[in-house]
């Protein structure tokens, strides 16, 4: 086989139309954080993103998309951002994983959430975990059944506050796919606050996340498009989320809703309107991404699967890395294994967030005063 290393702005048309061929020929790679157009948007505003292109006998039989950060540490496309990376690849193609790295340049590559089982990197899972997803492939009724059937009590309730925010604030209505641009910096504020309130890092802190999450706005073809929804109560914006779809896929991305209206649990009603909106619109899956909350597990109606893992090369710079690493990641599947240390650490970090937000305007007077 020989592989070739490439920005993904310098791909050709017809590799790009390969690169798709590739990814719609395999359900497991269904994903628009997968998708070509999310290398080539992730490649103009960050100079370390590569893809190798994998060929057998002249013909193009996958694409590896990733980050070359310093001392060839390695990361997937999106890092932190994404819930999905792999190998776009013909199904039982697999790569000596380690001479994939030396070719990229790369001496190590840790991976959190990949496609599991690929047969390139299955040998390097130390985890695989669960990612719900909600299912329409037999309709948006039977769904709803299967989440009746998850927790009738919580759907029970979640449908009484839905009357109840329409009676008190307004006639609900959910527009679905908003070319508005004005609305998503409605949403990104108030994930903004969420990431400060619960002592987590304000990802649209950083300039580049926010022109990124724009860009995907503005895609719009079959195949690949940023989706913005948006529940209003009369001409009030109460909860909204912005995801990318496939053709059949929407991955849920950044959901966030207006604390004003928190007794009406906004976010869950939001989701259940937007599933209905998603099996409309033709979709066959959204998918909610491994861990986090709760709610998940009764809106949930199938199962994907992603790894965690490692691949690396003898180097000193793999050491470091292993030594930086692999322990934190040991202790925080720990965490996420016991729903007793996961919240206890939900409210650690959210007290660490009450008390940051009570600290910013004496701060500011300090800088103000400083400043004189």
């Known amino acids: 086989m ?24 395999d359900r497991a790679l269904d994903n628009p954080f997968l998708s070509v157009e999310f290398a080539v948007a992730m490649d103009r505003l960050r100079d370390y993103v590569r893809v190798a292109v994998v060929e057998d006998g002249g013909k193009i039989v996958g694409f ?28 039982g193609v697999k790569l000596d994983a380690k001479a994939l790295l030396r070719v990229c340049g790369l001496n190590v590559y840790d991976f959190d959430h990949m496609v599991a089982g ?19 492939t037999a309709g948006f009724d039977a769904w709803l059944e299967q989440v009746k059937a998850n927790s009738p009590k919580n759907l029970k309730t979640v449908r009484y506050k839905e009357r109840k925010l329409g009676r008190e604030q307004g006639e609900l209505r959910l527009e679905w796919a908003s070319a508005d641009p004005e609305v998503l910096r409605t949403l990104l504020a108030w994930k903004s606050d969420q990431y400060r309130r619960t002592g987590r890092v304000d990802r649209f802190a950083q300039p580049w996340i926010v022109e990124l999450t724009e860009q995907m706005h503005a895609e719009r073809s079959t195949d690949f498009a940023g989706v913005l929804t948006m529940l209003y109560s009369g001409n009030v914006p109460v909860a909204g989320h912005f995801g990318l779809r496939t053709a059949t896929t929407l991955v849920g991305w950044f959901p966030a809703y207006d604390t004003e209206f928190a007794r009406y649990s906004p976010g869950i009603v939001h989701h259940l309107q937007m599933a209905e909106a998603a099996a409309a619109a033709g979709l066959h899956m959204v ?46 599947t720990i965490v996420l294994d016991r729903p007793s240390l996961y919240k206890a650490a939900d409210r650690v970090l959210k007290g660490f967030g009450r008390m940051r937000t009570a600290l910013q305007p004496e701060q500011a007077a300090k800088e103000t005063t400083g400043a004189r």
């Open 2 to 25: 020989k592989i070739s290393v490439v920005r993904p702005r310098d791909l050709a048309n017809s590799e790009r139309a390969r690169w798709r061929e590739l990814q719609k020929a």
């Open 64 to 91: 590896f998309p990733y980050e070359r950060h310093g001392f060839g540490v390695g990361k997937p496309l999106g890092g932190f951002l994404t819930t999905c990376h792999g190998l776009i690849a013909e199904q």
């Open 287 to 332: 998918d909610m991404g491994k861990g986090g909350k709760e709610y998940k597990d009764w809106l949930k109606s199938g199962t994907l699967y992603v790894s965690e893992g490692r691949v690396s090369r003898p180097s000193p710079t793999a050491a470091v890395h292993w030594m930086g690493r692999v322990p934190l990641n040991k202790a925080r």
């Open 118 to 136: 690929q047969p390139t990197f299955s040998p390097y899972e130390s985890d695989v975990r669960p990612a719900p997803v909600m299912d329409f």
